[in-house]
């Protein structure tokens, strides 16, 4: 069993920037796909960056270039580094891993908003 706690939202202004933690408890962390997901009100979850057990990434168009997923292993600890935050990116953020096709764990979810 896996156990995922994020941190780090909250409110900030356009183009101001954020870094979210998702702490993982439990065993396997290394070789578990992590990624951030975000659902906006009326809007499906949908992913925003992974980062494979080997440390190749992968990010959602929309915030290529602003936002930046790491993993330390030694400390359990997926990041998301958010820069230039944009209203749209206004969301609940979640931590997810995933351990081949078989096991997803599911954080409860961070709330961010971008607003003046």
């Known amino acids: 069993q896996v156990q995922l706690v994020e941190s780090g939202g909250g409110l900030v202004q356009p183009g101001g920037s954020l870094r979210l933690s998702c702490a993982a408890s439990g065993s396997g962390f290394s070789s578990s796909a992590m990624g951030w997901y975000r659902q906006a009100p009326g809007k499906q979850r949908e992913l925003v960056a992974g980062v494979a057990p080997g440390g190749s990434t992968n990010y959602e168009d929309s915030v290529k270039g602003r936002f930046t997923i790491s993993r330390d292993n030694a400390k359990n600890t997926v990041y998301l580094q958010m820069n230039s935050l944009k209203p749209e990116d206004t969301a609940i953020y979640y931590c997810?891993?995933?351990?081949?096709?078989?096991?997803?764990?599911w954080g409860q979810g961070t709330q961010v908003t971008v607003s003046s």
């Open positions: 997810n891993a995933r351990f081949g096709t078989k096991y997803s764990y």
